[in-house]
């Protein structure tokens, strides 16, 4: 077959896959298969999704105009999702948030590494496969020339680092590869790929992952394979054109995954936290360390506890600031001065989402029970508040 007519599939580098089959054999062997009558894998899969108001994204290479172009394409997900990237665009630079040695950003850009890719979700935030620092989601190239399909490997891409797995491995797909042309062709250029590669990249998933919609070849996550990649060529069930949007099915997943209005996300925390439990208390012999790698979305949950406590611990006498110090918590920015963020500041513009208001809710009402064990802050009072100066107020006129 033409070199040409083989094309340069995405997928996770060989030492990556080495990483996440290491980290899963230890699961299998560490804990059971089924938690309370859930499938381990249900469990696992669903707390790849974010439980954060706001992800951070920074940028180890390229311009600023293609960090700019990269953001804009991207932050289409969040029109549909309830979640936010802050890319940390300074408006006085015009730059957006670079790359550091010792970056916990939860999305790290990069162009360097061979191919596309991103790490699954939180998978981002397991220490077991992805050091701090690392590059977390890759762009082979973008650095030098945008391909012309830049687009809809963006979106891509982004939506891996929302958690959501391909298409065409989804257990309804029933794609059918040709498996030994695959072997063959794809062990040469310009992929290079192990049968172990193949297999990890193009493989149907197991049911019981993540929760999946009915097949819809239409979806961004799903790849467009040349028809002799088929046994039935064209007559495939999984033979499409290259998507450069977001389908129909693509946003209805997306706000399923990230749902807006507090019941949604106070039933879906609490399922999630449930799940946590289980997995931390499934297998007791384990040490402290390593039950918290059985998942990255543990992390997340601890920074989000780390929040609170810290938020309770506090011995500046001063409510304002503390009000601002929690409100800065629940944008995403935490590590920022609260001296410095101005009394009327809109808080819609800092809690882009549903949920960073509630997170916010949470973190003063451990505020105000630091001055007054009886005080209460709910959702309602901090969707009251239209600034910074409102939310001080309303958190004094609860002491």
Known sequence: MDQQSIPILEGYPQEIIRRLELRNKRRQEALPGTLEGRPLQLV?????????????????????????????VASEWTQHANIHFDFGYNEETGEYRTWVADDTSSIRVGFQDPGYWSFVGTDSLDPE??????????????????????????LHEFGHALGFHHEHQSPVSKCDFDWDKLYDYLAGPPNFW????????????PAGGLTFSPYDKYS??????????????????????????????????????????????????????????????????????????????????????????SISRLTQPDIAYEVKRAILFAAGQGGEDPSNLGDQ??????????????????LLDEVAKRFNPAAAVRLKDVSGANTVS???????GKL
């Open 220 to 309: 961004i996550m799903h790849y467009a394979f040349p028809e002799w990649m088929f046994v039935s060529g064209t007559s495939s069930p999984c033979y499409v054109s290259e998507q450069g949007t977001l389908s129909a099915q693509d946003k209805i997943m997306a706000a399923e995954a990230y749902p807006s209005g507090t019941d949604q996300i106070e039933v879906q925390r609490s399922a999630r936290e449930e799940a946590i439990k289980l997995l931390l208390s499934a297998s007791p012999q384990l040490q402290v360390a390593e039950q918290q790698r059985l998942n990255g979305r543990a992390y997340a949950l601890a920074a989000q506890t780390y929040a609170r406590q």
């Open 44 to 72: 696992m899969e669903d707390l790849l999704l974010w439980d954060e108001p706001v992800l951070t994204i920074s940028f180890k290479g390229g311009s600023t105009e293609l960090h700019r172009r990269i953001a804009e």
């Open 194 to 205: 192990s049968k172990e590669q193949v297999d990890h990249n193009l493989k149907e998933m």
């Open 129 to 154: 496969i992805c050091a701090t620092g690392e590059i977390t989601l890759n762009l082979e190239g973008f650095d030098r020339v945008l391909p012309s399909n830049w687009k809809g490997k963006v």
């Open 390 to 396: 409102d939310c001080i107020a309303m958190v004094k």
């Open 345 to 362: 500041i809109s808080l819609g513009n800092l809690l882009p989402t549903d949920y960073a208001y509630q997170f916010l809710a949470d």
